[in-house]
């Protein structure tokens, strides 16, 4: 099974190291744009269009174009992942034309593997990528679940683990995100959580060990408008604190790190 590698789009003042890896990792391919441009237009250009032996590779599959839709294929939408991360994949769309042959992209639009797995399905409104957008695993698990209102994310965004447990849990308000953003372990225990406001993180940061580790608290921090306030701690498996600073008092590296010395 694969890891997903999404387009970037930005970077991201926050200070995120200290929720752990998997966390940043999500941070950063949402907070920070990885799953966008996705408020680009998909008009057709004839130099990213496929080479005629891969619009035969494989079988068309019936999606449900309006009747005076037509159904076309060729690479995926950038919209959501990379040129990279989409190699071997082909795209499936409907496309209406008016009388000037200028062409508009509306209704089901779906993603296939090169082994015929369905990695993307979504709708296209006007040639740009709108409404619920599903993403899958090539063993059919749902990876992503999420969101477009007018090019940007909206509402609430799931990304799965394999076993299809919740990994990462969000909510975004015009691509922004907003309120309680939390990550899981794959067996479901709470590995981080913290909240947003207009896009910037505003509140209390925490993290967790794992279960096998306990489970307690290991980390927890304020923040208000993405910046560190107050005091940083960071705490053993038993629960006992092993460091503690204010901003200011160590240096920036020390007071974003998540890890904890050995017991």
Known sequence: MRSRSIRRRGGRSGRTGRLGPPA?????????????????????????????????????????????????????????????????????????????GRTTRAGPYLEIEADGSVRTRATYVDSRLAGPVTIRYRDGAVFL????????????????????????????????????FRTRYPDGALESETRFQHGREDGLARSFYPTAMGGRLKSEVHVEADQLMGEHRLLDRSGRLVRSNRRGDAPASWSRSASVPAD
């Not at 950063?28 to 080479?51: N, R, Y």
């Not at 477009?148 to 990304?159: D, H, Q």
Request: with cysteine.
């Open 145 to 180: 679940e999420g969101f477009l209102e007018e090019g940007e994310w909206s509402g609430p965004l799931t990304i799965f683990h394999p076993n299809g447990t919740p990994w990462f849990e969000a909510r975004f308000d015009a691509g922004h995100l907003e309120g309680g």
């Open 24 to 100: 940043l990792l999500l941070l950063s391919i949402l907070a920070s744009g990885m799953l966008g441009p996705v408020g680009g237009s998909a008009e057709p250009s004839p130099a990213t269009a496929p080479a005629p032996d891969e619009r035969t590779t494989r079988k068309r599959p019936a999606l449900a174009c309006e009747e005076d839709a037509t159904l076309a294929a060729g690479r995926p939408d950038p919209a959501l992942f990379s040129a990279e991360a989409s190699k071997g994949v082909r795209a499936f769309w409907c496309e209406r034309y008016d009388p000037n």
